[in-house]
């Protein structure tokens, strides 16, 4: 993909637990240091503006922003997304009040008012494949961090998102519960890395994918015994990726 005369890009990663933000030349380097905050808690919408704007207000100017975030976004529309409706973060109670906040929230209007730039707002997982895919093929994004975040290419073009994360996969646990973050802590890197594998042997006979993705901020805590037994299919990519996808969900076919 060719990004050349491509403005500087404002690319921002929204977490369960964090919010990382910098911007990215038209090459998708970084020309300033990172910078982050931890996700406030209660969180509605205009707060989550906020925070972006503060965020950017940081660092270098840009001439468009990229927003990742956890859950179901359409054409910029919050649908759902499982942690900002909550009292103090992922696992606390849901606010009713939080989920009729966010529930059509147009995430992509409110951020181009705000900071009076053009803007793009994924899945925050669409956002970090777009950073890594190779084009070609059907290609399988998984980001374990918090939950588990997915998205799916073929050929370049982002297929329409399933919430993986909220779909029964054991004992009646969603993905978020059986391979999320307090998961990890609870069972141990070598436990929980033996239940990625089975998460990923269980998804490919379901999607036969030509090349899987796995980053996020956990994709690190698998344990080498685990890594070596995911296939030659698969391939670990930096979590980085969810700031460089920002630049590249630009020039993806269908994203124009």
Known sequence: MDYS????????DCGGGGIKASVLDASGTMIAQPVRTPTPYPLPPERLVGVVADLAAKLPEAGRVTVGMPGMIRHGVVVATPHYVTRSG?????LPELMNAW???DMQRALEHELRLPARVLNDA???GAGVIAGTGLELMLTFGTGLGNAMFDGGRLAPHLEL????????????EYIGEHERLRLGDAM???RVRRVIDGLRPMYLWDRLYVGGG??????ATVLDKLGDDVVIVPNSAGIVGGVRVWSLPGQA
């Open 5 to 12: 005369g491509d403005p500087p890009t404002l690319a921002v």
């Open 90 to 94: 992922p696992r606390t109670k849901v």
């Open 103 to 105: 529930s059509g929230f």
């Open 126 to 128: 669409e956002v970090h």
């Open 165 to 176: 994360s909220q779909g029964p996969v054991k004992w009646g646990l969603t993905y978020d």
């Open 192 to 194: 929980w890395s033996r």
């Open 218 to 223: 956990n994709s690190r805590r698998i344990v």
